[in-house]
């Protein structure tokens, strides 16, 4: 049977544009795709082929980022270092994808797609941008070819200078070195929390999967579409600067970097990082750069969640971040969980803020196209009076930059893993005081496109603090099934108990809010 192929199909265009709509929210293009995929196999997806996550300091690798990972052998790695995204085992599955069956390692996939209506990340990433073009490559091909990906994600090691509360030792030697000397936490009901075995390559250690990586990436990066680094923390690897100057040298200008990173590296790391960023857009060595930094909670209860923040210092170097550089993003990564919900409002007021500050007012656009002088005294003050920061960034800078419209974002997943951080384990009084308010703050500051446009929040970003409020609204209001968030309230209480024994930490300083002590007691009681 023939393949088909993109021209065959009838695909939905952005308004006013020529391009193919490729967002997700297009829903005939992701009909479309579908349909087209389920031609060549109910578990065909691009992603196997554009994308992938390689865990440099264990030597795994796993595309998309869904299944597990998996080892990449080192006898495949010295015999051809693209290995790295083509191991033998992940061309076993891509020829499986192209024969009509569905791997077994993407049932993350075939649950959605057998449980619901609902499109699949199957669909969604292959309709995406870095995979929507090379469909009919992929679908003609064997299974068996090297490839090079579109969308990289790596991590260089675990060397990290933070322990937080949701990590463990395969993403930060902090905990690496906690668990060598102290033991896992030894919790009740499900068993203890961060056992390991996984053995890591050391930043100082000569690594093959790094000496790989090298030897592939001239190649690799010239098909590029975005790359991010992830740690560990990614500022603290010698690598990711060697990284960022290759590209300097050897400039990629259709590539989109991003770098995750906990915003408190030591010494003179983060001016370093904020020159070479600088360098590279204004030598247009890239096309964009996204800042991703995490903070899910405020104050004390932020450098509680994650051990080793300095929160002053975290705030003053996104500030710095997003003053010094130009056309950058940074989007604060935000794993909601248990411990986030007294002071999250808290987080949210500030991220406003920076919004307010450095996004590009939509209002302004709409002024100007109207004739209007918008740098003129009449009109400027009086669209300023509500910004909270004395210091705007000066409108020229901000309208010239339309296309970076929006440089601040936050994004909410919800941490379900460990189980006893999990927000379920919430009292209805949390809900009530902390979380209800939080995501009725998120509504009553939405982004209208009609005025303040680009600052305040995005509809997407509040509806996914409502569906936490909502799925954890089920278990802390529901009696008849009391069993599991008291277990987890049991767990949290034993995890809280041993991180302050351990780090010489204490809930009541981090949490001193009256709602947060009754939940603690509440925890304690059901110990
Ligand atoms: S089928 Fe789903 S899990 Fe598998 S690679 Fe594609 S998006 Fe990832």
Redesign the pocket.
């Known amino acids: 049977m023939s393949k088909p192929s993109l021209a065959d199909h009838e695909w939905a265009k952005i308004p006013g544009s020529n391009n193919i709509d490729l967002s997700n929210d297009n829903t005939h293009n992701m009909h479309t795709m579908r349909d087209m995929l389920n031609k060549t196999g109910p578990?065909f997806?691009l992603?196997?082929w554009t994308q992938v996550s390689m865990h440099l300091g264990t030597g795994m690798t796993h595309?998309?980022h869904?299944?597990t990972p998996h080892k990449i052998p080192l006898d495949e790695i010295a015999a051809n270092p693209s290995a790295l995204h083509n191991t033998q085992f992940k061309k076993t599955l891509r020829k499986q994808m192209l024969n009509g069956e569905r791997?077994s390692e993407?049932d993350?996939?075939w649950r959605i797609e057998d449980g619901s209506k609902e499109f699949?990340?199957?669909t969604s990433?292959s309709l995406n941008q870095f995979s929507f073009g090379d469909h009919d490559i992929i679908a003609h091909s064997s299974g068996d070819e090297d490839v090079y990906p579109r969308y990289m994600e790596i991590s260089w090691n675990n060397t990290c200078n933070f322990k937080c509360a949701y990590c463990g030792p395969n993403f930060s030697s902090r905990w690496t070195e906690e668990i060598a000397t102290q033991g896992h936490y030894d919790l009740p009901h499900h068993g203890g929390y961060n056992w390991t075995d996984d053995l890591q390559y050391l930043e100082r250690e000569q690594n093959p999967y790094i000496d790989a990586f090298w030897q592939w990436f001239p190649a690799a990066s010239t098909h590029l579409h975005t790359l991010r680094i992830t740690g560990g923390e990614p500022l603290m690897s010698k690598h990711t600067f060697r990284l960022m100057e290759s590209l300097l040298e050897n400039p990629n200008p259709s590539l989109e970097l991003a770098i995750n990173s906990n915003g408190c590296p030591p010494d003179k790391l983060w001016q370093r990082f904020i020159d070479l960023v600088n360098q590279l857009i204004d030598g247009k060595c890239i096309k964009k750069f996204i800042l991703y930094t995490s903070a899910e909670a405020w104050g004390t209860a932020s450098e509680y969640l994650r051990h080793g923040m300095d929160f002053d210092l975290w705030k003053r170097n996104i500030e710095q971040f997003l003053h010094d550089t130009r056309e950058t993003k940074v989007t604060v990564m935000s794993a909601f969980n248990v411990l986030s919900m007294s002071s999250f409002k808290s987080l949210l007021e500030y991220v406003l803020s920076l919004k307010k500050q450095y996004n590009h007012n939509g209002m302004f656009a709409y002024l100007e196209s109207s004739g209007m002088d918008v740098n003129s005294q009449l009109i400027r003050p009086a669209m300023t009076t509500d910004f909270s920061h004395t210091e705007l960034v000066s409108f020229s800078a901000r309208s010239s930059a339309a296309e970076w419209s929006t440089r601040v974002g936050i994004d909410i997943p919800y941490v379900r893993q460990p189980d006893f951080l999990d927000p379920k384990a919430a009292t209805l009084e949390l809900l009530n005081q902390c979380l209800m308010p939080a995501v009725d703050f998120m509504f009553r500051n939405l982004s209208n496109p009609d005025w303040n446009c680009n600052t305040g929040f995005e509809v997407w970003e509040a509806s996914k603090l409502k569906r936490i409020f909502t799925s954890t609204l089920h278990y802390a209001n529901n009696p008849t099934n009391p069993q599991y968030p008291p277990k987890l309230r049991d767990r949290l209480w034993c995890f809280v108990q041993e991180h302050d024994r351990r780090r010489g930490t204490d809930i009541n300083v981090a949490f001193p809010d009256p709602v947060m002590q009754r939940f603690f007691e509440q925890c304690r009681s059901e110990h």
């Open positions: 578990g997806c992603a196997k595309s998309c869904h299944p791997p993407c993350y996939c699949s990340d199957r990433k």
